[in-house]
């Protein structure tokens, strides 16, 4: 039976979650439990296995056991925020590994093969796309070339201010129990987004000259009621209980944003004057949501308020905005080198391809962002793709009128302010928007110890005034 690279890549991905499930419960992944699971034959699932090992997801130890690479799938859960896929182990470390053995390559070859996209590694396929396509470009692409080779310059920064900022969330589900037996359950999402305005002068960021902000803020109140400007309790209804999970993480997401939007306009209302790039973490935007549940919908309209805000004040400000993000699973230029270079590119995204077609400094064409169904329509939206290092670079940015020249500059102040990670599982890009990502993570990790020490002291303490009460 002929497989084809979509039934390839499926049956793949289906065994590296069986493959992770099996070794979360047991500590290990045996070939006899697999093959019940699996439901496919031994010969068939060994090659399988010889692939994920290839991919450094597996690591065989003799014996017809495997154990899963901890730090590389965990470092990438780190760096999602949820469950990787296979193209996500498609990354800068499987490259620095092709180069040092020529058996890894040849491995690695054989399954692009088998996916589909062996099209990358071949280096006349590479020197094709820097040249002009067999056919024009489409009108949303600026220019005449798909792949714009050493353009990104390294400038000196000096009395430049780069602003970062980034936000963060996690759901957590409670069960609060008495002598063993849950007495009430709770679902909390715990968010926080913080910005960082970095200075450089002569080059280097000044860290004295720097701001760092982070929302929500702590405030003791002693003995006062709190004023709860935005009510946080949200009720979601559903007639399939399933779908609750669900519905939660979204609210969760739509209110992580809201308080990064109302933390970006506090930032440019109050330093956008001397401001010369603001990056926000993810996209500009949020992707859209076809959702009919009425808590959500007001969410998501009160995040389009506040984006459309956070745009005006930018404006007003002639201060250029970009988003930013990585590990991007959007496929827009895969689908143009296909059509328009004849390439035949399947199961993978932009940041896979272009992980082997870019070289350092190199960036794509500026395209014009197409309308995204679920999304609110947005005028002069574009968006590139920029390789920094061994990483790739996805930005986004809305045009005042001056596409190339807004590009031209968040090019090359994200190329000059990159730093580079200090491990896998570290979220890259400029200084600032490291910063202000990692200042998000501990900010929310934060609210999320104390409301734990509060919701048990204060759930002891009521179990206490109950058995009073009983006396």
């Not at 996916?115 to 024009?136: A, C, F, N, S, T």
Request: hydrophobic share 40%; aromatic share 10%; charged share 25%.
């Amino acid at each position: 039976m002929v497989r084809t690279p979509a039934v390839y890549y499926d049956k793949l991905s289906a065994i590296l979650r069986i493959c992770l499930d099996l070794y979360n419960k047991y500590g290990v992944v045996s070939l006899d439990k697999l093959i019940d699971e699996a439901n496919i034959g031994e010969r068939m699932l060994r090659e399988y296995l010889k692939d994920l090992v290839a991919l450094n997801i597996l690591i065989y130890v003799g014996g017809g056991q495997y154990l899963v690479n901890q730090d590389r799938v965990e470092s990438l859960i780190r760096l999602l925020g949820g469950e990787p896929k296979i193209v996500d182990f498609i990354d800068p470390s499987l490259v620095r590994g092709m180069k040092t053995s020529r058996e890894i390559t040849v491995r690695i070859t054989r399954i692009f093969e088998k996916l589909g996209i062996k099209d990358v590694l071949d280096i006349r396929i590479k020197e094709r796309v820097r040249g002009e396509p067999q056919k024009p470009l489409p009108q949303s692409v600026l220019g005449d070339k798909l792949i714009l080779s050493g353009v990104c310059r390294k400038v000196i920064l000096d009395d430049i201010r780069i602003s970062g900022s980034a936000s963060t969330y996690v759901v957590r589900d409670y069960s609060l129990n008495i002598h063993g037996e849950p007495f009430a359950f709770l679902t909390i999402a715990y968010v926080g987004a913080s910005a960082f305005v970095g200075y450089y002068r002569n080059n280097m960021l000044v860290v004295d000259e720097s701001v760092v902000r982070s929302i929500p803020r702590f405030e003791v109140y002693e003995g006062r009621s709190p004023f709860i400007e935005e009510e946080p309790f949200y009720e979601l209804v559903t007639e399939y209980p399933e779908l609750l999970g669900i519905g939660r993480k979204l609210a969760a997401r739509l209110i992580s944003e809201l308080i990064h939007y109302k933390l970006d306009i506090e930032i440019l209302e109050e330093f956008g004057d001397d401001m010369d790039l603001y990056i926000r973490y993810h996209s500009l935007l949020p992707h859209g949501y076809i959702i009919s549940a009425r808590r959500l919908m007001e969410l998501q309209n009160k995040v389009y308020g506040a984006f459309e805000k956070f745009l005006e004040i930018a404006r007003k400000k002639n201060v250029v905005v970009a988003g930013l993000s990585i590990k991007s699973h959007d496929n827009l230029f895969v689908k143009l080198l296909n059509n328009h270079y004849g390439l035949k590119l399947m199961n993978v995204n932009d940041d896979n391809v272009l992980l082997f077609l870019l070289n350092d400094g190199d960036t794509t064409a500026v395209v014009n962002r197409p309308v995204e169904r679920g999304r609110v329509r947005i005028d002069n939206w574009y968006e590139f793709y920029m390789k920094v290092g061994d990483e790739i670079l996805k930005l986004e940015y809305i045009s005042y009128g001056k596409p190339i020249e807004e590009y031209a500059k968040i090019r090359d102040l994200v190329y000059s302010s990159y730093v580079v990670r200090p491990a896998q599982s570290v979220i890259y890009g400029p200084g600032p928007v490291v910063m202000a990502y990692d200042r998000a993570q501990f900010h929310a990790n934060e609210i999320e110890r104390l409301v734990r020490s509060i919701l048990d002291g204060t759930f002891r303490s009521f179990m206490r005034a109950m058995r009073r009460g009983k006396r």
